[in-house]
């Protein structure tokens, strides 16, 4: 079996893609996994359960002089599949927000929609760090595409224009946020990115831009979160629910990201459920099979152990009452009773913060 503990101490940054319906999350995360995966490298990215890994290495790859790796000690960013802000709120981690950085997207002929004023009131309340990408851009009357190039090197394509036209939209995109209480610039233009909200022009149709986007996100996950990443690799693990599914042969299994310590076959874990704090002891940890091996019946590969940060699903008896958005606990060297009331504590929180809404 595979050991997936990672050895590093700085674990990967979580990442959530929130926006309006329509703006395009599905197609950027689709378009991130695809050039990750087209930079052709074996192990370009790892599929987890819910959750893609794009390695450092991958994003310096598709980045090209955007980047100097160097810079970087974080392992790469690990990116939500599920898309939108519902599964964003109910997605939390010791009271704050699963994700670590989030993306919202914003169509840039659309501009600030209901569920952008949503997503924006989330990511404040959460006090979570994001950056805007602004979308479609190649939608721009006279586009001239400029596949998977950086933004700037598409712009020096452009007519003046075209754009001018994008201009237009992208500062009036600008000005939303400024309505909404943030200061925000062209990401190029943000000299303090704790104090601005870095706006990316991109096209998740033709990849202009994303480079951009992942060069971003890791150098605001460097600049300002590197604390919070320094997490003990051999301390009990901490998760939280993204889904219950029943899986055949295995029964009520749960869909967790891993964002403390790690989690191993045969570990004791407490897990939030509807009436009551689930105590059970993981059977299988499994992870989906690499694309290679798929032609075997068999969807997912047992693992050893899963160190943060990762998605995985844990497979256990008694996991039919697990909630989604509930916490995942590991108990080993600690007293049951402890953990239990942690998650006990979790649970209060997260019903709290649901009632307000
Ligand atoms: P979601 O609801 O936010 O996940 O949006 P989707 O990713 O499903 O995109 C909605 C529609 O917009 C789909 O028809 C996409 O093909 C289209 N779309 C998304 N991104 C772009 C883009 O960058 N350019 C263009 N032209 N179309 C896009």
């Known amino acids: 079996m595979t050991d997936h503990t990672n050895a590093d101490t700085l674990r990967t940054p979580i990442v959530a893609v929130l926006g309006h319906v329509d703006h395009g999350k599905t197609s950027l995360l689709d378009t991130i996994r695809g050039s990750a995966v087209s930079e052709g490298e074996a192990g370009a990215i790892t599929q987890h359960i819910g959750a893609t890994d794009i390695p450092l290495d991958t994003i310096s790859g598709m980045a090209g002089e955007l980047i100097?790796?160097?810079?970087?000690?974080?392992?790469?960013?690990?990116?939500?599949?599920?898309?939108?802000?519902?599964?964003?709120?109910?997605?939390?981690?010791?009271?704050?927000?699963?994700?670590?950085?989030?993306?919202?997207?914003?169509?840039?002929?659309?501009?600030?929609?209901?569920?952008?004023?949503?997503?924006?009131?989330?990511?404040?309340?959460?006090?979570?760090?994001?950056?805007?990408?602004?979308?479609?851009?190649?939608?721009?009357?006279?586009?001239?595409?400029?596949?998977?190039?950086?933004?700037?090197?598409?712009?020096?394509?452009?007519?003046?224009?075209?754009?001018?036209?994008?201009?237009?939209?992208?500062?009036?995109?600008?000005?939303?946020?400024?309505?909404?209480?943030?200061?925000?610039?062209?990401?190029?233009?943000?000299?303090?990115?704790?104090?601005?909200?870095?706006?990316?022009?991109?096209?998740?149709?033709?990849?202009?831009?994303?480079?951009?986007?992942?060069?971003?996100?890791m150098g605001l996950s460097q600049r300002f979160m590197k604390e919070e990443m320094a997490i003990d690799v051999e301390g009990p693990g901490e998760g939280t629910v993204l889904e219950v599914k029943d899986e055949r042969g295995f029964g009520a299994t749960i869909d967790t990201v891993v964002y403390d310590g790690v989690i191993r076959n045969g570990d004791t874990i407490v897990v939030g459920g509807q009436n009551e704090p689930i105590v059970t002891e993981i059977r299988a940890l499994l992870q989906p099979r690499p694309l290679e091996e798929i032609r075997t019946e068999k969807q997912f590969?047992?693992?050893?152990?899963?160190?943060?940060?990762?998605?995985?699903?844990?497979?256990?008896?008694?996991?039919?009452?697990?909630?989604?958005?509930?916490?995942?606990?590991?108990?080993?060297?600690?007293?049951?009773?402890?953990?239990?009331?942690?998650?006990?504590?979790?649970?209060?929180?997260?019903?709290?913060?649901?009632?307000?809404?």
């Open 68 to 217: 100097d790796p160097t810079d970087f000690d974080l392992p790469g960013l690990l990116f939500i599949d599920t898309p939108g802000h519902h599964s964003f709120s109910t997605l939390r981690a010791r009271g704050g927000a699963l994700a670590d950085i989030a993306v919202l997207v914003v169509d840039v002929n659309d501009g600030f929609q209901p569920q952008t004023e949503e997503a924006i009131d989330i990511l404040r309340r959460t006090g979570t760090p994001f950056v805007v990408a602004a979308n479609k851009v190649d939608t721009t009357p006279g586009w001239n595409p400029q596949e998977g190039e950086p933004i700037q090197r598409s712009l020096e394509a452009q007519s003046e224009r075209a754009e001018a036209m994008l201009n237009e939209n992208l500062y009036e995109i600008i000005g939303q946020l400024s309505d909404a209480g943030f200061s925000a610039d062209l990401y190029w233009r943000v000299q303090d990115f704790q104090k601005n909200i870095g706006v990316v022009p991109l096209s998740a149709l033709t990849g202009e831009g994303v480079p951009d986007l992942l060069t971003v996100l």
């Open 301 to 357: 590969e047992k693992v050893a152990a899963v160190g943060a940060a990762a998605g995985v699903k844990i497979a256990a008896p008694d996991l039919d009452q697990a909630m989604a958005g509930a916490p995942v606990r590991v108990v080993r060297d600690r007293p049951l009773e402890d953990v239990i009331e942690e998650v006990k504590a979790e649970l209060a929180e997260i019903e709290v913060e649901t009632a307000d809404n």
